[in-house]
């Protein structure tokens, strides 16, 4: 069974452009989360989805943060404009109803 | 404020030796509990869920979780220097909640 996957891995932007981040979950998973982790520290939520709504987006910034999940399979976390302190690990994770989450292999985010 | 507590570490522990990971969480309101290991420059990996008192074990590792002192350890037995990563308690109040995580023990076992 293929676990989540997500793209690119790495990711070097300037401040002020825009970033996409793709998230493909495991399959029949209904459940997908994103999450941000900086270094040192555990995850933390920003977004979660059960199937195409958005049930907790409460710790992600809407002024700059969006994202979708389409037919409620991927999803596209973006940011715009990007700012030096977005510099982190963005991870998707996903889970069958409230069940343990899998994590995929994450975006690494450089701001310059 | 949610919070899970982990001691940083390093802990350090000989090959074939037994490693002790703690977690206290201040939730009382919890009902799941998990360990992730995190090898440097990769993502969370889930090695063991608990959800009831008392103790879990799979393979080399046992889960054990006490609510009434909001506690949850991970012990992993016969040590390997391929057990030296972060691992990362976390927990969540089941049903419709995210997990909240510690900032995780790193673990370093030497041969």
């Known amino acids: 069974e293929a676990g989540v996957v997500q793209s690119p891995r790495y990711k070097i932007i300037e401040k002020k452009q825009p970033v996409a981040f793709w998230c493909n979950p495991i399959s029949g998973h209904n459940t997908l989360y994103w999450y941000l982790q900086n270094l040192g520290q555990g995850p933390e939520l920003l977004i979660r989805y059960e199937n195409e709504e958005a049930v907790d987006d409460s710790q992600l910034p809407k002024d700059r943060f969006s994202a979708e999940r389409l037919k409620g399979v991927d999803s596209t976390l973006k940011i715009q404009p990007a700012e030096l302190g977005d510099s982190a690990v963005y991870l998707c994770?996903?889970?069958?109803?409230?069940?343990?989450?899998?994590f995929g292999p994450g975006t690494r985010l450089t701001v310059l | 404020q949610k919070e899970v507590e982990q001691n940083s570490g390093p802990l350090s522990v000989p090959e074939g030796a037994i490693a002790s990971l703690n977690c206290t969480y201040s939730?009382?309101?919890?009902?799941?509990f998990f360990w992730y290991r995190q090898y440097s420059g990769k993502s969370p990996e889930l090695i063991m869920s608990i959800y009831s008192n008392g103790d879990k074990e799979d393979g080399r590792f046992t889960a054990q979780l006490n609510k009434a002192s909001q506690y949850v350890s991970l012990l992993i037995r016969d040590s390997q220097p391929s057990d030296s990563a972060t691992y990362l308690c976390a927990v969540n109040e089941g049903a419709g909640t995210a997990l909240i995580f510690g900032k995780g023990t790193t673990l370093s076992v030497s041969s």
């Open positions: 994770a996903s889970s069958l109803d409230w069940g343990a989450q899998y």
């Open positions: 939730d009382r309101g919890s009902q799941s």
